[in-house]
């Protein structure tokens, strides 16, 4: 029914218009053929009559012709237009034709009041009579109706046509789905991969539908698998229960470099900072719902004056719930294990941005030597023999195998967050093998996406004697397994810097009033570490070339770069941040104007709370990494939306690419496109982007950290579950054996 409306409507409206259109026309048509009808017929009126005329009186004459039944009246003028004499019926507004008959004859039309008339007008001079014009009147009102006639005879035959037409359009149709359907059916059916009958391999459009549906059924048929362990609202609630019900008693303990909260110096005053970090981001509020201990590196200029004598303080200040150890490092171990061996060899290693690793034995040493310190800590700080362990990132690549020495039971779970390389370029590393079975004493290893635990697989694969089984994603070296799995990192969802954030007007009017923008302008924020990885500068070219393609943004719209200052004391992230300061300044200077700049540059850190502000007071995000593990900037984006507005500029070599795929996905090497990406976020209409971040929004809560973190503590649940297994049937296969 739905179908045959769908083509009868269109039908009739298209009919019934050229009907309307046609209209007028018919009647102009009809009124010029009986026109000509009733002026010949005058004709030949006057001519059977004008002989008689002299004989007979003209009243006489009038009286033999006025049964007509057309003629309505007859009219003798005088010359000069005066109506001398009539019949009766002759209509009274109507006088004598204005101008006496041109040629001896005039044809004329009046439409009084009653109707439309014909007036035929004959010069008449007869013997006997005096000269005049001998006038017919005819009725012209039978046209009208007749015409009336005609439209309802078109439109009925119109709709007649539509009829058939719609009728015969839907039995083609019909017959053609039926066809359709029957080769999706036998397309899909029983087969892994599409197979078409002969006669459809020339319907290619079949063959891709038929592709769609299975790659969709697959795509499900991953998703149930995943769902199936995960059937749960993730939260912090849920998580904790999750440790109660799935690790029993089990002690958690956190180990990363960055610590979660710094204690500053200020003028003398105590201040907490939180870092920018997207580890830290991820870890605290696993960590809050955990409780337990995290172990990391002291740098707060007044950490020391706040910890305990085990070096210990709770956190968070708010409302304390875990232990946070800090760990001391000298001059000479900072630089080498994180300036060094970490920052300038480690992370240009494993992020492709064309950067040269350095590798210094020297940086090597302390790396060794900070791991064995932090392993340390973990054993003193572990009061039972088989704690859960969750080692975080690329400080810490020995860490597991350490701590794996002195507390052979423990769970380890080490999460990777920046990329794995590819085996070339890990080749590169003096270090490979002892990073890489330092790795696999963890019990989980985690990155972010499936293409990095590949090249991890890889690397493995050519440069250790092990057994990959890549069906399990497990590695084996001598008795340990280690599963090498992909958990996207996430935020918490709501986020806690959401909580008290005023409404999205005010957050647009306090940034546009600090920033000293006007209230219509347009804001795109970025909002990062100051790092190489990040394609800040980048970014600012990409603005550069928006505004020379599209001028209509000069003094309309402006880039707010926050660029937290990151390992300044390394060459090649001073050199960024040289670079990207001067690019911004040749930027401003060739297209500022009356006060407005279009970059505006602001080296400093902001807090979570002042991060989301910006957040939500802007128009775009753009996230232009060259390379990145995942980016928590782009989701926090999303979560800092709540009115569903704003677009995400996303690098394709970010993680989170893989995840929010309504973002607008830029190539960050392509600076024109990317400039392009820019504007199209711009213009684009509110219900795109409310349906754009819809989406995101839906994607991020529901894989928020606790998911993250949720299935890494499930798997590790399992993993234990199995190795008590075993070891109850070593003992009693022991006991059977020494009775
Ligand atoms: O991107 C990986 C990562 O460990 C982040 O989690 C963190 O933001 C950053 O690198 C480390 O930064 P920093 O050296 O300042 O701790």
Wanted: hydrophobic content about 45%.
């Amino acid at each position: 029914m739905r179908m045959t409306l769908r083509f009868a409507l269109p039908l009739f409206l298209i009919l019934g218009g050229i009907t309307w259109a046609a209209s007028p026309l018919t009647a102009n048509l009809m009124t010029r053929w009986f026109r000509g009808d009733i002026e010949l017929r005058s004709q030949l009126l006057f001519d059977s009559l004008k002989d008689a005329v002299a004989d007979t009186q003209i009243e006489t004459l009038f009286s033999r012709v006025r049964n007509d039944q057309r003629l309505l009246a007859l009219g003798f003028c005088s010359p000069s237009g005066n109506l001398l004499q009539h019949s009766a019926g002759w209509p009274k507004p109507l006088g004598c034709p204005a101008r006496p008959p041109d040629g001896g004859r005039l044809f004329a039309m009046e439409r009084l009041k009653s109707g439309p008339l014909s007036m035929s007008a004959f010069a008449l001079s007869a013997p006997g009579t005096d000269p005049g014009y001998l006038v017919f009147v005819h009725d012209l009102r039978f046209i009208d109706s007749r015409s009336r006639w005609a439209d309802a005879y078109l439109a009925g035959l119109f709709a007649l046509l539509a009829i058939m037409a719609v009728a015969v359009a839907v039995l083609v149709t019909r017959l053609t789905m039926r066809g359709w359907i029957k080769a999706v059916r036998d397309g899909l059916a029983n087969s892994a991969e599409p197979v078409l009958p002969d006669h459809l391999a020339e319907a290619p459009e079949i063959a891709s539908l038929v592709g769609d549906v299975h790659r969709m059924l697959r795509n499900g048929g991953n998703l149930r698998a995943a769902n199936d362990i995960i059937r749960v609202d993730w939260t912090a609630e849920s998580l904790k229960h999750l440790l109660k019900t799935e690790l029993p008693e089990t002690e958690v303990i956190v180990v990363s470099n960055r610590e979660p909260y710094l204690h500053n110096d200020v003028d003398g005053r105590i201040q907490i900072q939180r870092p920018a970090s997207g580890l830290v981001t991820a870890l605290e509020p696993i960590t809050r719902a955990c409780g337990g201990t995290w172990i990391a590196h002291g740098s707060g200029s007044a950490d020391a004056r706040t910890v305990d004598e085990h070096d210990h303080v709770l956190v968070p200040p708010e409302s304390p719930s875990y232990v946070l150890r800090r760990i001391w490092l000298s001059d000479e171990e900072l630089n080498g294990y994180y300036f060094g061996l970490a920052n300038e060899g480690i992370w240009p290693l494993c992020h492709i941005a064309f950067v040269r690793p350095t590798f210094r034995a020297s940086d090597w040493h302390q790396y060794v030597a900070v791991n064995r310190k932090f392993a340390e800590a973990v054993i003193a700080e572990a009061k039972t023999t088989n704690p859960l362990v969750l080692v975080q990132d690329y400080h810490f690549a020995l860490l597991p195998r350490m701590i794996r020495e002195r507390l052979p039971d423990a769970t380890i779970i080490t999460f990777w967050h920046i990329p794995w390389p590819n085996p070339e370029m890990f080749s590169i590393c003096p270090w490979r093998e002892e990073i890489l079975t330092g790795l696999l004493s963890s019990s989980i290893l985690g990155f972010h996406t499936q293409f990095h635990c590949i090249n991890f697989l890889e690397a493995v694969d050519r440069f250790l004697e092990c057994h990959i089984d890549r069906e399990h994603s497990t590695v084996t070296t001598g008795s340990r397994t280690t599963l090498i799995r992909p958990y996207p990192i996430s935020i918490e969802w709501p986020p806690t810097a959401l909580a008290g954030q005023p409404g999205i007007p005010e957050c647009r009017r306090t940034v546009r009033e600090r920033f000293n923008l006007a209230a219509d302008i347009m804001l795109a924020v970025g909002v990062e570490r100051f790092d190489y990885t990040k394609g800040i500068t980048d970014r600012f070219r990409a603005v550069e070339s928006m505004l020379e393609t599209h001028p209509e943004w000069i003094g309309r719209f402006s880039l707010l770069q926050i660029a937290a200052p990151s390992r300044s004391q390394l060459p090649a992230y001073r050199d960024v941040q040289t670079e990207a300061q001067e690019t911004a300044r040749l930027i401003n200077e060739r297209f500022g104007r009356d006060g407005w700049t279009p970059i505006l540059l602001v080296a400093r850190h902001h807090e979570p709370e002042e991060v989301f502000t910006l957040f939500r007071a802007a128009d775009l995000c753009v996230v232009s990494s060259l390379h990145d593990g995942m980016n928590l900037v782009a989701k926090e984006f999303v979560a800092a939306r709540d009115d569903d507005d704003g677009v995400l500029v996303l690098s394709t070599f970010a993680g989170a690419s893989r995840e929010l795929l309504e973002a607008l996905i830029v190539n960050p090497y392509d600076i024109q496109a990317m400039g392009e990406a820019i504007h199209q976020a711009l213009v684009m209409t509110p219900e795109q982007r409310k349906e754009r971040m819809h989406l995101m929004r839906d994607m991020v809560a529901e894989y928020n950290v606790h998911f993250w973190a949720g299935r890494m503590l499930l798997d590790a649940a399992r993993m234990r579950k199995r190795q008590n297994i075993e070891s109850t049937t070593t003992t009693m296969a022991g006991l059977n054996e020494h009775p």
